[in-house]
């Protein structure tokens, strides 16, 4: 989804992404490298969130390249033998 403030300079830039697969090792290293903003368990899976910058062209009137943050969402399954770090 986009920021679709009519004022905003980068109108259709994605703030936040659809919850996407990830595997339970993706989400360790991610874990340790401190990279995770919130997560939560529900049931056999862990949906949890990182922050990225991107580089978006901007509608102002010079027109300069912008970065953004953007929050990357994922769900990952937790396998039977797994213990939640």
Known sequence: MGDRNPHSPYPDAIRMTKVK???YKT???LKNEGRILAEERRGKYI??????RRDVQSNA??????TINVIERYK????AEE???
């Open 27 to 29: 989400y360790l290293v």
């Open 21 to 23: 697969r990830a595997d």
């Open 61 to 66: 009137p010079s027109n300069p390249v912008v």
């Open 76 to 79: 990952a399954k937790v396998a």
């Open 83 to 85: 213990k939640t770090p």
């Open 47 to 52: 949906y949890f969130a990182v922050q990225t």
